[in-house]
């Protein structure tokens, strides 16, 4: 079974700031996801991933597949950035999510 | 195009009570997925379907859960009786299968008092 692993759980940081959110996994896998979650709303998928790099406006996915780790990047962080960000991974039996890092943007 | 549709949004009833959720994946989409979400986790797989046939329950509790797609398109899920326990976020996704992309719905928030 893949383990997924984000670190940190809770994040709040000023308005402005750079945001780096990781994940990490024990097994191989054929796909990365970033999912963005709002509260009482359903779930986004914001990047999927196998190799290298994904730009999307001011979010960035990195993964390495060598060393089963993955990144998720704010630049010019928003307070409409808030939300919970989960990483999930696609393998043989289906999709593992990680539990999510909380983000609170403050103005 | 719509994304996937699922009702009701909340529902609040008492345990022991039965409760059912609706799913509308996008057209086209023949693979449909139920998670259940627990505050403060990830999403974890009830059940998996492509079309018609439940390819993974495994994790279904089965003494209880029942789900069902009879024509391969909505998707009912079925709680009877519901626990306490059993208060979460409900959510619907499909997919066109394989390893392609998942498309949530909005979920639906039960609690059982």
């Known amino acids: 079974k893949n383990e997924v692993e984000q670190s940190p759980q809770n994040l709040t940081a000023q308005e402005g700031e750079f945001i780096t959110i990781n994940c990490s996994y024990s097994v191989g896998i054929s796909a990365l996801h970033w999912l963005q979650q709002h509260p009482g709303g359903g779930i986004v998928s914001l990047f999927m991933l196998s190799s290298g790099k994904k730009k999307h406006g001011r979010l960035i996915a990195t993964i390495n597949i060598q060393e089963k780790h993955s990144s998720l990047h704010i630049t010019a962080s928003h307070p409409r950035d808030s939300a919970v960000y989960i990483c999930?991974?696609?393998?043989?039996?289906?999709?593992?999510f990680g539990k999510g890092t909380h983000l609170i943007i403050q103005p | 195009e719509a994304g996937v549709v699922q009702s009701p949004r909340y529902k609040i009833i008492e345990k022991k009570q039965p409760v059912a959720f609706w799913c509308n994946p996008i057209?086209?989409?023949?693979?449909l997925y139920w998670y259940l979400q627990n505050l403060g986790q990830g999403p974890e797989l009830l059940i998996r379907y492509e079309n018609e046939e439940a390819v993974d329950d495994s994790q279904l509790p089965k003494d209880r859960f029942s789900a069902e797609r009879l024509k391969g398109v909505d998707s009912t899920l079925k709680i009877q009786p519901a626990e306490l326990g059993d208060s979460a976020v409900y959510l619907c996704a499909s997919s066109l299968g394989g390893y392609n992309e998942q498309f949530f719905g909005p979920g639906t928030r039960l609690t059982v008092l």
């Open positions: 057209s086209g989409h023949n693979t």
């Open positions: 999930a991974v696609s393998f043989a039996d289906g999709l593992t």
